[in-house]
T-cell receptor
Framework: GAVVSQHPSRVICKSGTSVKIECRSL??????MFWYRQFPKQSLMLMAT?????????EQGVEKDKFLINHASLTLSTLTVTSAHPEDSSFYIC?????????FGSGTRLTVV | AQSVTQLGSHVSVSEGALVLLRCNYS??????LFWYVQYPNQGLQLLLK??????LVKGINGFEAEFKKSETSFHLTKPSAHMSDAAEYFC????????????????FGQGTILTVHP
């Protein structure tokens, strides 16, 4: 079945640095990628939607300059957290969407110290 | 816009007992409905989904859900709980889109943590 590989699974970074999270669709073409953020004990909140080759659409309240999304190919989408701060610490999950439904990555636990 | 309400943030059952996780949705158009399970520090695994057709949907691991339009509900059930069912469960809704992507963005409920006692 469809698989989305998300890396890294865990990352610890220093405050002020940038972190890149990758999501790759391994055996299908992901025309649309959704990026979610999940705080402890909470639900998934959609951050942005990206379509291959076009700019991402960000949800209200999400800083597009802080959370850079690139979807340059049908098999790779990246989320870069720029100038990370401790409040950016969270669980980030990508999901590829298409005619078949949604396939989720395994998530990235980001800790900013 | 669509929304999802999961009644009960925590549900506790005994092993072998019926599992019932409640989900109500709001949507201005006929929705697509999903149930996902999440284990700690992992992504989401699809249990089942409803798009069109038969309103009783069977999923993996013995779970099923019934789409009831009149009640705007999509409750998840399993006849007999197993210890391995302990996890967090999310109900989600999306609306179908035209063009190249049939599935629009998902909106999740707040989640229900299922605890299974021996």
């Amino acid at each position: 079945g469809a698989v989305v590989s998300q890396h890294p699974s865990r990352v610890i970074c220093k405050s002020g640095t940038s972190v890149k999270i990758e999501c790759r669709s391994l055996d299908f073409q992901a025309t649309t990628m959704f990026w979610y953020r999940q705080f402890p004990k909470q639900s998934l909140m959609l951050m942005a939607t990206s379509n291959e080759g076009s700019k991402a659409t960000y949800e209200q309240g999400v800083e597009k300059d802080k959370f850079l999304i690139n979807h340059a190919s049908l098999t790779l989408s990246t989320l870069t957290v720029t100038s990370a701060h401790p409040e950016d610490s969270s669980f980030y999950i990508c999901s590829a969407g298409g005619d078949y439904g949604y396939t989720f990555g395994s998530g990235t636990r980001l800790t900013v110290v | 816009a669509q929304s999802v309400t999961q009644l009960g943030s925590h549900v506790s059952v005994s092993e072998g007992a019926l599992v019932l996780l409640r989900c109500n949705y709001s949507s201005s158009v006929p929705p697509y409905l999903f149930w996902y399970v999440q284990y700690p520090n992992q992504g989401l695994q699809l249990l089942l989904k409803y798009t069109t057709g038969a309103t009783l949907v069977k999923g993996i691991n013995g779970f099923e859900a019934e789409f009831k339009k009149s009640e705007t509900s999509f409750h998840l059930t399993k006849p007999s709980a197993h210890m391995s069912d302990a996890a967090e469960y999310f109900c989600a809704v999306s609306v179908p889109m035209g063009g190249g992507t049939s599935y629009g963005k998902l909106t999740f409920g707040q989640g229900t943590i299922l605890t299974v006692h021996p």
